[in-house]
């Protein structure tokens, strides 16, 4: 038996509603300790990867650890339901067969509503994160590299970042022009200079989970957009970055 | 192309120079990552057709899978459902193939006849043999046995059972090459059971380890038949 309650629906309505364009289905691994999701892109370019720590909700029950499959559209719509300050209990019964039951709780106006899921048997690949040390790891207002991935995409469908000890800079290089974003330093970032080429995907969309965004980023191995969920989670993108291929240059 | 894009640039604001500073000493560390090919990786975007070259370095920026950079994990891990099936399947390859009638020795025992001994261990559960032969309905069965009771050279080789709620006889009279029929009883010190699996809706009488089994062990299941008729005339049925 799976049951978890977070005090406000709204927090996983984001977290959906940023990934559900991203990934269709997601299997959500339940475990004593976090809810977390690890799912790719269709073109695998992109990992999610989604932690939510016992902390971070009301209460926490998880018999045992046990994968729930779900299709991220679906659940959007079920979620839907809810109002943003409705308490979200997430229920899953082995009795109950292959479905998840969302019990919205409006506690002012003592409502009640269950929204039940049907569940998806989804056979995904389980990718192994190695350990990493970055050069390069930035932070900055998650709604700041949200508008600058826009302007960037306007003219691009890939963004290339550059760190240097001088400032951040983002280039997006298309046919009709280029668009350069320069961020000089406030703090952080006192690294060797590094550049990474990547997709303008929607990792800028979570900006209504988080007020900040974190960026870790090496050559030649995949960027990290990380924005902090409360003190107790993360939503994670790690996004493959396009390698120069000098053959191909000549 | 920097030189250019710089120049295009000059008049501008300080703060987009150094962007673009920056973005030639980049690509210096990247080349230099590259086998050093700087000049010929600097010159393309020097071209005199900025526009067309600059589509061609987007195609020639290949995109890469994050799976080349995370490895997959390949969990041995089965679901218990998984490894249910797995066994099921084992078990009627077993059952279909008779692969286990090669570890079966048949030998003459004076007073009981054909026995079998273990041609190799088992383990507690496992499938030993089926006991094969015509699977008949009750009551033709019974007709069949009347019939045989009146040739006294006709061993019995009738197993009745039930199974789903109907009674079922398993007719190995026939000599046959399997070996399961020629198994003895003992109803103090069995060391296999009896048991009903069914594939592709078909039905199969087979005998289970009751416990490990050891090579050259004879093998043993209790026939199970209590009526007073046939332990009166079978007294070896209680008392073995």
């Known amino acids: 038996m799976f049951e978890a309650k977070l005090a406000n629906a709204a927090l ?41 720590e016992v902390g971070m909700f009301d209460t926490y029950r998880c018999d045992r650890t046990i994968n729930l499959g779900l299709s991220l559209a679906n659940m959007s719509k079920a979620l839907k339901c809810a109002n943003n300050d409705d308490t979200c209990m997430i229920k899953y019964e082995e009795n109950d067969g292959d479905s998840i039951t969302f019990t919205f709780a409006d506690v002012k106006r003592d409502k009640t509503q269950d929204v039940t899921v ?82 303008v995907k929607r990792s800028s969309q979570p900006t209504a989970l988080s007020d900040r965004v974190r960026l870790s980023l090496c ?32 | 192309m920097m030189r250019v894009a710089a120049q295009k640039r000059n008049g501008r604001t300080k703060k987009k120079r150094s962007s673009v500073v920056s973005m030639q000493s980049l690509s210096v560390v990247d080349i230099t990552n590259e086998n050093g090919h700087t000049e010929n990786a600097v010159s393309p975007p020097r071209s005199k057709i ?16 994050i799976t080349e950079f995370f490895p997959v994990r390949r969990s041995s891990r089965k679901t218990s459902k998984q490894i249910e099936e797995e066994e099921r399947d084992a078990l009627r390859d077993a059952v279909l193939t008779g692969g286990n009638e ?53 061993g019995s080789y009738m197993y009745f059972f039930t199974y789903n709620n109907k009674k079922w006889c398993i007719d190995a009279t026939k000599e046959s090459p399997y070996k399961g029929r020629l198994i003895n009883h003992s109803m103090l010190r069995p060391n296999l059971r009896t048991k009903v699996v069914e594939f592709d809706g078909k039905h199969h009488l087979i ?14 299941y209790d026939y199970g038949d209590r009526t007073a008729a046939t332990i009166a005339k079978n007294p070896w049925l209680i008392n073995t």
Do not use: W
């Open chain 1, 12 to 52: 996983l309505k984001k977290i959906v509603e940023a990934i559900k364009d991203l990934v269709t289905d997601a299997p959500f691994d339940c475990s004593e300790s976090a809810m977390c999701l690890q799912a790719m892109d269709s073109s695998h370019v992109a990992l999610v990867s989604l932690k939510l």
């Open chain 1, 118 to 199: 049907k569940m998806m048997d989804i056979d995904s690949e389980h990718l192994g994160i190695p350990d990493q040390s970055y050069s390069v790891v930035c932070e900055m207002p998650a709604s700041e590299f949200q508008k600058t991935c826009k302007d960037l995409a306007t003219f691009s469908d890939s963004l290339n970042i550059t760190a240097t000890k001088a400032g951040i800079v983002f280039t997006g290089k298309g046919d009709i022009g280029t668009s350069v974003v320069t961020y000089s330093p406030s703090s952080n970032s006192d690294d060797e200079s590094e550049s990474v080429s990547l997709e």
């Open chain 1, 219 to 250: 050559n030649e191995v995949p960027v990290v957009v990380e924005y902090p969920i409360e003190d107790n989670g993360y939503l994670r993108f790690y996004l493959a970055p396009k390698i120069d291929d000098e053959e191909n240059m000549d």
């Open chain 2, 50 to 65: 900025p526009s067309k070259k600059g589509r061609q370095a987007v195609k020639d920026v290949s995109n890469h899978k």
């Open chain 2, 102 to 154: 090669k570890f079966l020795d048949v030998y003459k025992d004076p007073l009981k006849g054909r026995g079998i001994r273990a041609g190799r261990n088992f383990e507690k559960g496992d499938f030993v043999v089926e006991y094969k032969g015509e699977m008949l309905e009750y009551s033709a069965a019974k007709t069949l046995e009347e019939k045989y009771a009146n040739d006294s050279s006709i």
């Open chain 2, 207 to 220: 005998l289970v380890a009751k416990r490990n089994i050891e090579i050259d062990e004879e093998l043993l």
